[in-house]
């Protein structure tokens, strides 16, 4: 799911699993092949990692880091070459080959993901080497940028109800700024061009088949390679099932009535305390929030950082906090500090998550850049411009201002609080070049073996329903299984689908179609 940038710069978020407001960036359409041949592709299939420890004062001291190097373009091999960061945990015992994940975004660095979480998967230690990557344009892998002044022409959607022209041209400066920044690789990212790099990876790795771990946007970029390499897909399990069909436009309503959602049963958990901030009546409580919100934008309040909070940015830290259900309790003191005191440090602490503040864009030619150098706002910049490459929806500026007022309403029904915030995704992608069509028509029927895709009922990202219907596009490989609880994703807070899914990977066990997992106790 794509991320929101606020021009309030203290204020923007940056996190792997946050929702989406405007795009910037559109890009090439990239080669398609059905396999690893193709003409000067050897030299990269030869390759194997070097491994060696990690640098960085914080990173694990088991942590393994490496590269590959893949061709900036696949069409033309010898035009360019790219290196792309690896980490991995080595196996405890005997490896049978490597797992590799994806994080999610898309534009999550998977390498700092894995020294920050990693612990989640060291069940799969007892028979895979663990190892993930940044993908081309993320990370340390040549970094895409819009430079230190983007969010000045960002807008949270508010713009569109007094100048929707403006609100374009604004996209329009984003979107040039934003190659200005990003170097040869802007044209050349995108899901399609990544499924090729993992490729690239297995054989590297020196496994005959991938299996693979892939969480929201990663189910999308599995089920990419189960189309582009049926016969390389070893056992591959995705876990927060992202849509294969669905327009941007479309993603939004459905993100904004799983936001919904998501806050519903927030609320209704909240109002059992008495210590809630909108009183003990679910219903009564659904309603302060709409009026808070709507308070907020009318009458923002300041501060620590000397920027205004408004009634959108509210929205945003409340959607950050709902992705984990472990955070409804730091979500419910924030509100009440807020409501109760007018401090806004809580709220805005959910929004940021410490996220530094911009600065200026790395410089590569293709090579590894160092931590350091990474630009603060590559997450939402290669958010943007992958989605942008992965979609080839381009509505224009006379279809969106006809629109308009159908979308409004449409977005307000799904959601009266989250509506507003996402209505600015009919802008995504404006004006840029048009993405592949590749995803929406090839990613079917895929002739692999069995897939397990991971749903959770709850899920204010990827609703269920995706999980659903992307099972019925793969065809007979996908196998459901249905995790009835909250969050985003079910593997790191599901004893039960961590436990499925593990069995899966390391003895190839899958549940029956359709099985369940319930909440865990407590």
């Given at each position: 799911?794509p991320?929101k940038l606020?021009?309030?710069r ?5 996190t792997v ?6 795009a910037?960036l ?5 080669a398609?092949?059905a396999?690893g041949?193709g003409?000067?592709?050897?030299r990269?299939?030869?390759q194997?990692?070097a491994?060696t420890k ?5 990173t694990?001291e088991?942590?393994q ?6 061709p ?5 091999p010898?035009?360019?070459t790219?290196d792309?960061a690896?980490?991995?945990y ?10 590799l994940l994806?994080?999610?975004?898309p534009?999550?660095?998977?390498v700092a993901?894995?020294a ?5 998967f ?5 028979g ?5 990557f940044?993908p081309?344009g993320v990370?340390?892998?040549?970094p895409?940028?819009?430079g ?5 022409t ?5 713009g569109?109800d007094?100048?929707p022209?403006a ?12 190659a200005?920044h990003?170097?040869p690789v ?10 090729r790099d993992?490729?690239?990876?297995r ?5 005959k088949?991938?299996n693979?771990?892939?969480f929201?946007y990663g189910?999308r970029l ?6 582009q390499?049926?016969k ?7 876990d927060?099932v992202?849509?294969l ?21 927030f609320?209704?958990w ?5 210590a809630?901030p909108f009183?003990?009546d679910?219903?009564?409580?659904r309603d302060?929030v ?5 308070s907020l934008d009318d ?6 950082f ?9 929205v945003g830290?409340?959607?950050?906090a709902?992705?984990s ?5 730091s979500l ?7 409501v109760?005191?007018g401090d806004?440090?809580g709220?805005v ?5 410490g996220?530094?503040?911009?600065g200026?864009?790395a ?6 850049v160092d931590?350091?150098d990474?630009?603060p706002?590559?997450l939402p910049a290669a958010?943007?411009?992958i989605?942008?490459?992965?979609d ?8 969106i201002t006809r629109?308009?007022d159908r979308?409004?309403?449409e977005?307000?029904r799904?959601?009266?609080v989250?509506g507003?915030y996402?209505?600015s ?10 993405g592949t069509?590749?995803i929406r028509e090839k ?11 991971v749903g959770?009922r709850g899920d ?5 329903r995706w999980?659903?219907?992307t ?8 196998v459901v299984?249905?995790?009835r609880d909250?969050?985003h994703?079910?593997?790191g807070?599901?004893k039960?689908v961590h ?5 899966f990977?390391l003895?190839g066990?899958l549940p029956?179609n359709g ?8």
């Amino acid at each position: 799911m794509p991320v929101k940038l606020s021009k309030r710069r203290a204020l923007r978020r940056s996190t792997v699993t946050a929702v989406v407001g405007l795009a910037l960036l559109g890009a090439g359409l990239p080669a398609v092949a059905a396999d690893g041949d193709g003409p000067g592709l050897a030299r990269f299939y030869r390759q194997k990692v070097a491994w060696t420890k990690c640098e960085g004062a914080e990173t694990p001291e088991d942590l393994q880091c490496g590269k590959v190097t893949v061709p900036l373009d696949y069409a033309h091999p010898e035009a360019g070459t790219l290196d792309l960061a690896l980490a991995r945990y080595r196996a405890t015992g005997r490896s049978r080959g490597s797992v590799l994940l994806n994080f999610g975004g898309p534009g999550g660095a998977g390498v700092a993901q894995l020294a920050f979480g990693g612990k989640d998967f060291m069940g799969l230690t007892n028979g895979y080497d663990v190892v993930t990557f940044d993908p081309r344009g993320v990370g340390r892998s040549s970094p895409v940028s819009c430079g230190d002044g983007a969010e000045e022409t960002a807008d949270d959607g508010t713009g569109l109800d007094a100048d929707p022209q403006a609100v374009l041209d604004g996209i329009r400066r984003t979107a040039a700024a934003c190659a200005k920044h990003s170097g040869p690789v802007l044209p050349h990212i995108g899901t399609v061009n990544v499924s090729r790099d993992m490729d690239v990876m297995r054989e590297a790795l020196g496994d005959k088949k991938l299996n693979y771990l892939g969480f929201s946007y990663g189910t999308r970029l599995g089920a990419v390679y189960a189309a582009q390499f049926p016969k390389k897909v070893g056992r591959m399990a995705l876990d927060g099932v992202d849509t294969l069909t669905d327009p941007l436009t479309e993603q939004g309503v459905a993100g904004a009535e799983g936001q919904q959602r998501a806050l519903d049963d927030f609320i209704t958990w909240c109002t059992k305390d008495i210590a809630c901030p909108f009183g003990q009546d679910p219903r009564t409580a659904r309603d302060e929030v709409v009026r808070l919100v709507r308070s907020l934008d009318d009458s923002p309040v300041p501060t620590d950082f000397g920027e205004l909070f408004t009634g959108q940015d509210l929205v945003g830290s409340i959607g950050q906090a709902l992705y984990s259900e472990e955070l409804w309790p730091s979500l419910q003191r924030a509100l009440a500090s807020l409501v109760e005191d007018g401090d806004t440090r809580g709220v805005v602490g959910l929004a940021s998550g410490g996220i530094r503040l911009p600065g200026r864009a790395a410089e590569t030619d293709g090579g590894l850049v160092d931590e350091e150098d990474v630009p603060p706002d590559n997450l939402p910049a290669a958010l943007m411009a992958i989605n942008c490459a992965d979609d080839p929806d381009r509505p224009t500026a006379a279809q969106i201002t006809r629109d308009l007022d159908r979308l409004r309403a449409e977005y307000e029904r799904a959601s009266p609080v989250f509506g507003r915030y996402r209505l600015s995704e009919v802008l995504m992608c404006y004006g840029r070049p048009k993405g592949t069509d590749f995803i929406r028509e090839k990613v079917k029927d895929v002739k692999t073996p069995k897939l397990l895709l991971v749903g959770t009922r709850g899920d204010p990202a990827t609703p269920y329903r995706w999980t659903v219907q992307t099972a019925e596009r793969l065809g007979d490989a996908a196998v459901v299984l249905d995790n009835r609880d909250e969050g985003h994703t079910g593997y790191g807070s599901s004893k039960c689908v961590h436990r499925t899914v593990d069995a899966f990977l390391l003895y190839g066990s899958l549940p029956a179609n359709g099985s369940s997992c319930g909440p865990d106790a407590g």
